[in-house]
T-cell receptor, first 115, second 110 residues
Framework: EAQVTQNPRYLITVTGKKLTVTCSQN?????MSWYRQDPGLGLRQIYY???????DKGDVPEGYKVSRKEKRNFPLILESPSPNQTSLYFC??????????????FGPGTRLLVL | DAKTTQPPSMDCAEGRAANLPCNHS???????VYWYRQIHSQGPQYIIH???NNETNEMASLIITEDRKSSTLILPHATLRDTAVYYC???????????FGAGTTVTVRA
């Protein structure tokens, strides 16, 4: 089954304690991205990656890092989490190129609470 | 990207068609209309997209006006599982970033 998986699904942590949210896709997609979703602010892109070793900032990259060492994985790293990073996080992937079908898939989400 | 305007909420009876409007009066010639939905904090799910012709797939139909300034998503036979927030987005097809606003909260009632 084609899917994007994220772990953990729920996480409570404290300010300053480094954490990593993993994202993996089994569709051999080149494009992957991370979003955060907050009430009243909608869905905002944090980082994206067009391919292995190619990453770029989205709209709200401050406080986050990513890496893309292999095609299937795109972890999101919070080196020193702060309470304003409390949010619902989604990973997404798709195959670039125009196509008749928008094949962007989202993971189930990771709900993060930073105390 | 062009902005979109959607009603904040709407109700629909189970088994009836749900018609969701979206205004995008500043849409550019190279921008497509996309529809996604999100069921209670789950990952967004793609529904359909189109440029200027009407489109239909197994989930829904998309009707785009001739001037492309507005569109309507049609769920032909709404079920309780269609209760979700529906987002209308316009963007070029080669821009993969999604930006969701408030969307329309659709509640399907038995």
């Amino acid at each position: 089954e084609a899917q994007v998986t994220q772990n953990p699904r729920y996480l409570i942590t404290v300010t300053g304690k480094k954490l990593t949210v993993t994202c993996s896709q089994n569709m051999n997609h080149e494009y992957m991205s991370w979003y955060r979703q907050d009430p009243g602010l909608g869905l905002r892109q944090i980082y994206y990656s067009m391919n292995v070793e190619v990453t770029d900032k989205g709209d709200v990259p401050e406080g986050y890092k990513v890496s893309r060492k292999e095609k299937r994985n795109f972890p999101l790293i919070l080196e020193s989490p702060s309470p304003n990073q409390t949010s619902l996080y989604f990973c997404a992937s798709r195959q670039p190129g125009t196509s008749q079908r928008e094949t962007q898939y989202f993971g189930p989400g990771t709900r993060l609470l930073v105390l | 990207d062009a902005k979109t305007t959607q009603p904040p909420s709407m109700d629909c009876a189970e088994g009836r068609a749900a018609n969701l409007p979206c205004n995008h009066s500043t849409i550019s010639g190279n921008e497509y209309v996309y529809w996604y939905r999100q069921i209670h904090s789950q990952g967004p799910q793609y529904i359909i997209h189109g440029l200027k012709n009407n489109e239909t797939n197994e989930m829904a139909s998309l009707i785009i006006t001739e001037d492309r300034k507005s569109s309507t998503l049609i769920l032909p036979h709404a079920t309780l599982r269609d209760t979700a927030v529906y987002y209308c987005i316009v963007r070029p097809s080669n821009d993969y970033k999604l930006s969701f606003g408030a969307g329309t909260t659709v509640t399907v009632r038995a």
